[in-house]
């Protein structure tokens, strides 16, 4: 028997989020950004008014205006889309345990087991669930169905805002084989460029191309896209609790204006460190190991990192450990256009011992009462949104706590 795999995507996600606060812009042309301030700062979303002026995520903003002169910019808050991301999963999950988050507005369910506790038909089910989004939460999604995870998606591509789209054994030649090549999953411009050589630029050309021919090509990939353009592609969707855990917990920030001194350099530093700290806290990891990255306004990028004497998630030691290694690193009158802080070499919390230090008697007890100070700032934002409580020291230059965010490596 097939199984019955939902892809679900919530529709111009941050935008969304952003005009439940301001319903009066609804029909409006609205676009969410890191710096509203900023002819240079990106559109990180937009609505289907937006979209309509051709408005595109990424483009900056000049470039956006200039496309539609009277598109609303409205901040990022990224807490309010954790926030939101959490409770349409947990709706999910009263349908089926098996939710596998794809990223913060996209996940896949799988219904197999438990379709016929509501009705049995996937399509309605579907629609069920999109109501029950819309009614509780008041943002759309759009739903993918089909029997593997990468037609579920496709399907929730196919049609937008706040559809189901069901692609089946029978239609999928129909409906997909004619879509460009690069709408298939992990298709991006480099391989697109190359299967463009051999002819192949749709979907269809890429199911008729011979299979071995293809891992000749593009190696173990090409076996791979094969099998997603033909439908024989099977991979499980795996529960939330059963991913394994990250390999390292990133941060970064590209700055509205370019920071220079020890002071800013290191309140910028802070505030990377608290996110970072935060999510370390979040999976029950401390980390041996901090990385920096530092981009100079010509884009030239340098990398260090160090070895740390005890595991932590406090931020304080990755806020001290990052400006050690920048201080060695850099000069404070040098400009800085962006900041990453990596976490890496991860423990489990329960296996971080720790050598005690007989010089430095007082380590142990500090680090405890950092921890228990900063698990509770955890358990006041839980409730209230992360921007309820800050370190002191993580207050952004300028005010600003939101920016353009390089994305998360957890």
Known sequence: MDRVIFHCDLNSFYASVELLDHPELKDKPVAVCGDPESRHGIILAKNEPAKQYKVQTAETIWQARRKCPDLVLLPAHHWKYREYSKKVNAIYERYTDLVEPFSIDESWLDVTGTLHLFGGDGKALADEIRRVIRQELGLTVSVGVSFNKVFAKMGSDYKKPDATTVITRENFQQLLWPLPVTDLLF???????????????????????????????????????????????????????DMPGPKSVGNGLTFPRNLMG????????SELADEVAARLRKHGLKCTTVQITVRDPAFKDICRQKRLAAPTY?????????????????????????????????????????????????????RD????????????????????????????PEGEREDQRLPPTD
């Open 187 to 241: 298709v991006g411009r480099a391989a697109a460029r190359i299967l463009g050589g051999y002819g192949v630029r749709t979907i269809g050309d890429l199911a008729a191309f011979d299979r071995d021919s293809l891992g000749e090509i593009l190696g173990k990939g090409g076996y791979t896209l094969h099998d997603y353009a033909t439908g024989r592609e099977h991979a499980p969707v795996i529960a939330a609790r």
């Open 262 to 269: 020890w002071e800013e350099l290191r309140t910028a530093l």
């Open 314 to 366: 406090v931020s304080r030691d990755l806020t001290d450990s990052a400006m050690e290694l920048l201080r060695s690193c850099w000069n404070e009158r040098q400009p800085v256009r962006a900041l990453t802080i990596t976490a890496q070499n991860l423990v489990e919390e329960g296996d971080a011992g720790e050598q005690v230090d007989l010089f430095a008697a007082d380590a142990i007890p500090r």
């Open 369 to 396: 009462k950092l921890e228990k100070l900063e698990k509770a700032m955890d358990s006041i934002r839980d409730k209230y949104g992360r921007g309820a409580i800050s370190l002191a020291s993580a207050v952004h």
